[in-house]
């Protein structure tokens, strides 16, 4: 079975620049969740999907941060503009029961 | 509010030595308690977790926890380290009613191991 699958796996951009990156979940997992994980610290949940409904968006940044799950599968996360401070590793994760997740290798942002 | 604890940012080991890393956390209910490895690069990956029942909780990798909740912690051991367990390892807290969940993760701990 394959896993939960990122890409890209890195990338760099400018400021101000626009960025996306997509997250294809285990098969059959209803659940899908965003996190950030900067420098030096745990994950930090930015959304969560119930199949295509955000059930839970309270900690993400709405004035520059979007994200979508068309159909209830894939899940895009997009930055625009992105700014210094967005550099960090963004993890996606899906679940099944909300018992246990399973995450991706994560996408590490660098903004210059 | 909720929280995880983990005191320490780094550890370090002999290889063949016992290991413990310690995670308080912070709830007013019954918690469901997690812990996860991280590798360089890599994503994190489930080690073991606590929902109810025997709070001895056996994982893979011959990882154990221990659920205490009148210490509010659920410290992860290992009775052998192998030089492969170096990683960063994170304890978590799922906090909500169910079907709303909220993982809270701690700010992880550091694991270097001498060969």
């Known amino acids: 079975e394959a896993g939960v699958v990122q890409s890209p796996r890195y990338k760099i951009i400018e400021k101000k620049q626009p960025v996306a990156f997509w997250c294809n979940p285990i098969?059959?997992?209803?659940?899908l969740y965003w996190y950030r994980q900067n420098l030096g610290q745990g994950p930090e949940l930015l959304i969560r999907?119930?199949?295509?409904?955000?059930?839970?968006d309270s900690q993400l940044p709405k004035d520059r941060f979007s994200a979508e799950r068309l159909k209830g599968v894939d899940s895009t996360l997009k930055i625009q503009p992105a700014e210094l401070g967005d550099s960090a590793v963004y993890l996606c994760?899906?679940?099944?029961?909300?018992?246990?997740?399973?995450f991706g290798s994560g996408t590490r942002l660098t903004v210059v | 509010a909720q929280s995880v604890t983990q005191p320490d940012i780094h550890i370090t080991v002999s290889e063949g030595a016992s290991l413990e890393l310690r995670c308080n956390y912070s709830?007013?209910?019954?918690?469901?308690l997690f812990w996860y490895v991280q590798s360089p690069g890599q994503g994190l990956q489930l080690l073991l977790k606590?929902?109810?029942?025997?709070?001895l909780v056996q994982g893979i990798k011959g990882f154990e926890a221990e659920f205490k909740r009148s210490q509010s912690s659920f410290n992860l051991r290992k009775p052998s380290v192998h030089w492969s367990d170096a990683a960063e390892y994170f304890c978590?807290?799922?906090?909500?009613?169910?079907?709303?969940?909220?993982?809270?993760f701690g700010t992880g701990t550091r694991l270097k191991v001498l060969a």
């Open positions: 606590y929902f109810s029942g025997d709070t």
């Open positions: 098969s059959g997992h209803n659940t």
């Open positions: 999907y119930e199949n295509e409904e955000a059930v839970d």
């Open positions: 994760a899906s679940s099944l029961d909300q018992g246990s997740y399973t």
């Open positions: 709830y007013g209910a019954t918690p469901y």
């Open positions: 978590a807290v799922a906090t909500g009613a169910s079907g709303t969940y909220k993982y809270i």
